[in-house]
């Protein structure tokens, strides 16, 4: 597998069915066909057995491994508290995209989840953010001294309830806001469309289907892919797991799209299968 980096050019094409690509390193049993927009990529009974064995189901109550809390930023007003593994580090903070990010707390389970729940429901925040939302203030981020602010002023707040429902067991992390500009290539994506024009995504792939462009930024699972004349178009990979894949590497080899020039002046195409909206965003932990 190739290493991507920003300002490479990415093209491949979708082939034949998308399968389930099963659970907890099991294949799927049935081999099931899933649908284009799922991005789970998995069958309903795959994906039970996959969240019946995750954090997220609480049937870990005994999990042994010490857990943080941490607060995530992924855009003015766009925050969420959450938990995650230690020993993972900052991997679940890259996973989702958020833009920056502060540590909270760390403890076991069941302290870091009562005090997940309990800053919730006192900073009002929710505990998923659509991706489509997610998308929506990426190109026009404020400065990374805004940034740092707003997490600064959360992070005070929610050091406030301590004592007042925060479990004895959990101990309290000093701020220091994670700034995740510069790892996800934001900071030298295109600007949006003028006139605020929605983010064009491509919500599901198809057989025979392209996708190619010039790598811009990449933020979670999105892939930011800038094709001159049409924008940036966004790319959740996690669309692609189940699908058999095959390299495009010539312009002359992408047939049925629309075709227009890549920013380095040589040509590029994006298929234009579908693209609207994001989704939601998906599994924890």
């Known amino acids: 597998m190739s290493v991507l980096a920003y300002g490479a050019g990415?093209?491949?094409?979708?082939?034949?069915?998308?399968?389930?690509?099963?659970?907890?390193?099991n294949v799927c049993p049935l081999g099931a066909a899933v649908p284009g927009r799922s991005t789970g990529g998995r069958c309903a009974e795959?994906?039970?057995l996959d969240r019946a064995h995750s954090v997220a189901?609480?049937?870990?109550?005994?999990?042994?491994?010490?857990y943080r809390v941490y607060l995530a930023w992924f855009g003015p007003g766009m925050v969420k508290v959450g938990?995650?593994?230690?020993?993972?580090?900052?991997a679940r903070l890259?996973?989702?995209?958020?833009?920056?990010?502060?540590?909270?707390?760390?403890?076991p389970l069941m302290a870091a989840r009562r005090t997940e729940e309990v800053l919730r429901a006192a900073l009002g925040v929710p505990d998923r953010i659509p991706y489509a939302r997610k998308r929506s203030v990426r190109g026009q981020l404020p400065g990374s001294e805004e940034r740092a602010a707003e997490v600064a002023g959360l992070y005070g707040r929610a050091a406030e309830l301590e004592g007042r429902g925060w479990p004895e067991s959990l101990e309290r992390l000093p701020l220091e806001v994670v700034d995740q500009v510069g790892i996800f290539g934001l900071d030298g994506a295109p600007a949006p469309e003028p006139g605020g024009a929605p983010v064009r995504a491509v919500r599901e792939l198809v057989d025979g289907g392209v996708v190619a462009g010039r790598l811009v930024a990449a933020a979670g699972p999105d892939l930011h892919l800038a094709?001159?004349?049409g924008g940036v178009v966004v790319l959740d990979t996690r669309l692609i797991t189940?699908?058999?894949?095959?390299?495009?590497?010539?312009?002359?080899?992408?047939?049925?799209?629309?075709?227009v020039t890549g920013a380095t002046?040589?040509?590029v195409r994006v298929p234009l299968i579908d693209i609207g909206g994001g989704g939601v965003q998906g599994g924890l932990f």
Do not use: K, N, Y
């Open 227 to 229: 094709v001159a004349g």
């Open 265 to 267: 002046g040589s040509d």
């Open 10 to 25: 990415l093209g491949f094409r979708a082939l034949g069915e998308r399968h389930c690509v099963g659970a907890r390193g």
């Open 83 to 90: 938990i995650t593994g230690e020993e993972r580090g900052a």
């Open 94 to 107: 890259r996973e989702q995209g958020a833009v920056a990010f502060s540590w909270l707390g760390r403890g």
């Open 46 to 48: 795959c994906a039970r």
């Open 57 to 66: 189901a609480d049937t870990m109550a005994d999990d042994p491994r010490t």
């Open 242 to 259: 189940g699908w058999d894949l095959t390299a495009v590497t010539r312009a002359t080899e992408v047939t049925g799209v629309t075709e």
